[in-house]
Each structure stands twice: as C-alpha cells, then as structure tokens.
C-alpha cells in the first residue's frame, strides 16, 4: 500500500515528466528571477510572472508545484512556515504556501 507522501512524490514526478520541457525551463527561470530580487514569494507571483511573460499555462497547472519543489531541491529556495491566501481567482483564497530565497 502507498503512503500518501509516496503517492505525493509520484504525482510530483508525473507531473515534472509530462510537463512541456520549454515551459518547464520558463517556469524555473522565473522561480530563481523571483527568489533573487524577493525576499519572499509565493507561486501566485511565479503565475503573474508566468503571465507577464505570455507563458501559456500548462495543461496540467500543479506542474507549478513540481517546479518549486525542483528548485528547492538545488538549494536556492526553502518553504517557510507561512501561508497567504491566493489571489487568483480559480483557487477562490485558499491559503499558499510562502517560499524564500536560502
């Protein structure tokens, strides 16, 4: 049987894995864009960035956490222990997680 931490770690490598390489690499480059001139951010600015950009969303739109999760993996970001409610409309202010620069 599966954990939930297991089958989490999988949906993440699903997602990375289908997600369109190209925008996978805009999606990263804004993380670390952000995370160098933010003391903090959430994915609400990685999606407006996204968007100032004209980067079209991806089919599956969870690739964005599978991308902050990859980013925290090489060390530049880390979670903090606060949330903010979102302010795009399609999460109706449900509360995020804020990201820092390490």
Not at 11 to 20: I, S
Not at 51 to 68: D, F, L, Q
Request: glycine residues 2%.
């Amino acid at each position: 049987m599966n954990t939930g931490t297991q089958l989490r770690n999988q949906a993440l490598v699903d997602v990375a894995v289908n997600a369109d390489p190209d925008w996978w690499q805009h999606a990263v480059n804004i993380v670390r864009d952000i995370s160098a001139t933010s003391f903090d951010f959430t994915t609400d600015d990685i999606w407006c960035e996204l968007e100032r950009r004209s980067i079209a969303t991806p089919h599956e739109p969870r690739a964005i956490g599978a991308v902050v999760v990859a980013v925290k993996r090489l060390g530049l970001i880390a979670p903090t222990n606060r949330y903010r409610p979102s302010n795009r409309p399609e999460c109706h202010a449900r509360p995020i997680r804020v990201w820092q620069a390490v």
